[in-house]
C-alpha cells in the first residue's frame, strides 16, 4: 500500500521557519520526482518545489527561502522553510510522479497545515 505522511506543520510568526517531511512506503522511492504543493483556501493548488535525484527547482515566490531535499536511503523528502510570510500560509502536500507503460502514477499525502500569522 502506497503512502506519504506529512508532518511538521503548525503556527509560526512572521520571520520565522519550519521544516516539513514527508514519509513515503509502498513505491519505489527513487524512481520518482517528489515535490512539495500547497493550497491556500479559495485558490488553486500550486506547484512550490521539485527534486529529481539531481536537480531542484522552485516556484519564485519561495525561491532563496525554501529548500528541498530527499535521502532515498530513508525514503523522505523535506521542505526547509526559512523567512516565513503571511502569503505561506496554506495546507502543504507530498508528491511524488512518475510515469510509466499506460498510466502515469501520481500518489499525494493527506496534507499538512502551516498557518504564518503573528
Known sequence: QVQL???GGGLVQPGG????SCAASGFTFSSYVM???RQAPGKERELVATITNGRTNYADSVKGRFTISRDNAKNTV???MNS????DTAVYYCNG???GRGSNF???GQ???VTVSS
Open 5 to 7: 505522511v506529512e508532518s
Open 17 to 20: 521557519s519550519l521544516r516539513l
Open 35 to 37: 515535490s512539495w504543493y
Open 78 to 80: 523535506s521542505l526547509q
Open 84 to 87: 516565513l510570510k503571511p502569503e
Open 97 to 99: 510522479f512518475r510515469t
Open 106 to 108: 501520481d500518489y499525494w
Open 111 to 113: 496534507g499538512t497545515q
